[in-house]
């Protein structure tokens, strides 16, 4: 099995080797998982805005990705970006951060707690919400005020994201703690075991690890989205945006 980790994100060096590993540790020894980034587009997703001028080529990505034999698509964000565009585009499996790591936290808590990056994630995390209906199921978003570019500073985000779950458990009723931005990466087992160790006893996951467990699960069931939820694009004219400039092209899949 092949997936393809596909952060939304131009390449600027801020992802690594130990990132990719820390999400793939519990695939199965047979799978395999390669990384793309994005020829144009933001370097983080903060906002709305960063989604946008990302979502064109994530689709275009996915497409790319299938026709070189991937059997499905992580786009590696919380934020969910052009994932529902390319399950029109594609038909192999494509899951953002929040769909998985939501549906595996429902099974943990009756009240789960968002802990993210920035006060501007908070809207589109909660529009994420709301899309699926988990607004009872959800306590809500918490946010620890560090850009993404500065979550390489362990120790500090380690301390910022205890402290907003502490918050989360306490005042907000929440029972389990979802990391809500896939950059958080590798600092699951510390925050868990300090607030185990202060006698919370709550679950933390992992946005990374749970899309691409969920994947392999849905490649080896069988299972793809819906064509009549995803219906796929019509053949029409289409400019797409690169580099030197607007790219007209025929079509947004091409099948010949």
């Keep these: 099995m ?3 980790n596909l952060p939304p994100v131009i390449d600027t060096g801020h992802g690594s080797k130990e990132m990719d590993d820390y999400i793939a540790k519990y695939l199965l020894p ?3 998982m390669d990384t793309w980034y994005l020829d144009y587009g933001p370097s983080s997703i903060e906002g709305e805005y960063d989604e946008a001028l990302a979502a064109a080529n994530v689709v275009l990505k996915c497409i790319e990705g299938e026709k070189a034999g991937y ?10 970006p052009g994932v529902r565009a390319a399950r029109e585009a594609v038909s192999i499996p494509v899951f953002g951060g929040f769909e998985p790591i939501a549906y595996y936290a429902l099974g943990t808590a009756d009240r789960i707690g968002i802990v993210t990056v920035l006060p501007e994630v908070v809207p589109l995390i909660e529009g994420e919400i709301a899309r699926y209906g988990l607004e009872k199921r959800f306590t809500g978003v918490r946010c620890i005020d560090i850009p993404v570019h500065d979550l390489g500073e362990t120790d500090r985000l380690i301390e910022a994201v205890i402290q907003e779950s502490k918050r989360a458990i306490q005042e907000d009723g929440a029972g389990t703690i979802v990391l809500g931005c896939t950059a958080m990466a590798g600092v699951k087992e510390e925050v868990e075991k300090a607030l185990n160790e202060e006698g919370y006893g709550v679950p933390v996951i992992e946005a990374g690890q ?5 994947l392999e ?4 069931m069988n299972l793809y989205h819906s064509r009549v939820t ?5 053949d029409k004219a289409r ?9 007209p092209i025929r ?6």
Excluded: H
């Excluded at 699960?217 to 080896?220: D, G, L, Q, W």
């Excluded at 400019?239 to 790219?247: E, F, H, N, Q, R």
């Design 2 to 4: 092949r997936i393809l």
């Design 71 to 80: 059997d499905a698509v992580f786009v590696n964000c919380f934020g969910d």
């Design 210 to 214: 749970a899309a691409v467990v969920m």
């Design 217 to 220: 699960t849905f490649v080896r």
């Design 251 to 256: 079509q947004l899949k091409d099948s010949e």
């Design 230 to 234: 995803y219906m796929p694009p019509r």
């Design 239 to 247: 400019a797409i945006w690169s580099a030197g400039g607007p790219t």
């Design 30 to 32: 047979d799978t395999e």
